[in-house]
Nanobody
Framework: QVQLVESGGGLVQAGGSLRLSCAAS????????MGWFRQAPGKEREFLAV????????YYADSVKGRFTISRDNAKNTMYLKMNSLKPEDTAVYYC?????????????????WGQGTQVTVSS
């Protein structure tokens, strides 16, 4: 089992920045991928970014490419999402997710472990 705990959400003005954290514990291993998703009210959970733990390779959704950066700290077993130039439409609950393996999936159904979510609200 892997436990994931997100933090770092909050209220920010449009144009501002936030950094989300996702701390992993339990049976983590080097052959993991971890991703960030978000879900706005009434919408499907949307893929944002994924990182492969073994080699730091990353992949982003077009909607956030150039504004969001995914990274990880191996020593702390923590993944981050730095979000810049935030827009009101970025308002959502943000989730981190993980699964074993090397394929960098972008669909929510491929992930086995999820955090509880952290609210991000961007005011105009």
């Amino acid at each position: 089992q892997v436990q994931l705990v997100e933090s770092g959400g909050g209220l920010v003005q449009a144009g501002g920045s936030l950094r989300l954290s996702c701390a992993a514990s339990g049976r983590t291993a080097s052959t993991y991928i971890m991703g960030w998703f978000r879900q706005a009210p009434g919408k499907e959970r949307e893929f944002l970014a994924v990182i492969r733990w073994s080699d730091d390779r990353t992949y982003y959704a077009d909607s956030v490419k150039g504004r969001f950066t995914i990274s990880r700290d191996n020593a702390k077993n923590t993944m981050y999402l730095k979000m810049n130039s935030l827009k009101p439409e970025d308002t959502a609950v943000y989730y981190c997710a993980a699964r074993s393996g090397l394929v960098m999936f972008t669909t929510r159904y491929e992930y086995d472990y999820w955090g509880q979510g952290t609210q991000v609200t961007v005011s105009s």
